[in-house]
């Protein structure tokens, strides 16, 4: 059972323009969201989270977006640079104290 | 910039064995778990750690996991005879708060790999 969904299991992008990511999830008691970036052979990274009382968090280069009628997030990244080649996973947790990942996006900036 | 910190980085053990995984996590923090990602796979929820209890664990923590924070400082994962499909990257983590309101801190990992 998939409760988070990331159905792009890669991504390119040229460096400087906008990389977006998808997240769906199925679960509606989720309501908090983490984006996480994983380089190989190191552990995920925290990235940005989002609420479920907001739609929209921002963080320099790095903005989720909520869509809680669609159980949707994204993660939009710009500009996008080649440090950001990575994978990118989404994560969320309802009243538990465990997260759910998704499966991952591979994200390929190319200078 | 406080870490969490996972050795051994790499196990290699014989089917059967006992592995222990070792883990520091970030010293104020009081919420503690495992995690473990099967190569080309998720990052899936193991087992969260709470005041000397464990506080929720997955189907795939089965008898043969267990966790123990035998002292202020270290947690530790021991699978008591591993499995060919007990191989995996095991990541610990911990938080200031409940997971379900703040962000996790990752270790770098511990690969595991059972011949």
Not at chain 1, 79 to 99: E, I, M, N
């Amino acid at each position: 059972d998939q409760q988070v969904k990331q159905n792009s299991p890669s991504l390119s992008v040229q460096e400087g323009r906008i990389s977006i990511l998808n997240c769906d999830y199925t679960n509606s008691m989720f309501d908090y969201f983490l984006w996480y970036k994983k380089y190989p052979a190191e552990g995920p990274t925290f990235l940005i989270s989002i609420s479920s009382i907001k739609d929209k968090n921002e963080d320099g280069r790095f903005t989720v977006f909520l869509n809680k009628s669609a159980k949707h997030l994204s993660l939009h990244i710009v500009p996008s640079q080649p440090g950001d080649s990575a994978v990118y996973f989404c994560a969320a947790s309802g009243r538990t104290y465990k997260y759910i990942f998704g499966t991952g996006t591979r994200l390929k900036v190319l200078a | 910039e406080p870490e969490v910190t996972q050795t051994p980085s790499h196990q290699v053990t014989q089917m059967g064995q006992e592995v222990i995984l070792r883990c520091v996590p970030i010293s104020n923090h009081l919420y503690f778990y495992w995690y473990r990602q099967i190569l080309g796979q998720k990052v899936e929820f193991l087992v969260s750690f709470y005041n000397n209890e464990i506080s929720e664990k997955s189907e795939i923590f089965d008898d043969q996991f267990s966790v123990e924070r035998p002292d202020g400082s270290n947690f530790t994962l021991k699978i008591r005879s591993t499995k060919l499909e007990d191989s995996a990257m095991y990541f610990c983590a911990s938080s200031w708060i409940a997971g379900n309101t703040g962000e996790l801190f990752f270790g770098e990992g511990s690969r595991l790999t059972v011949l």
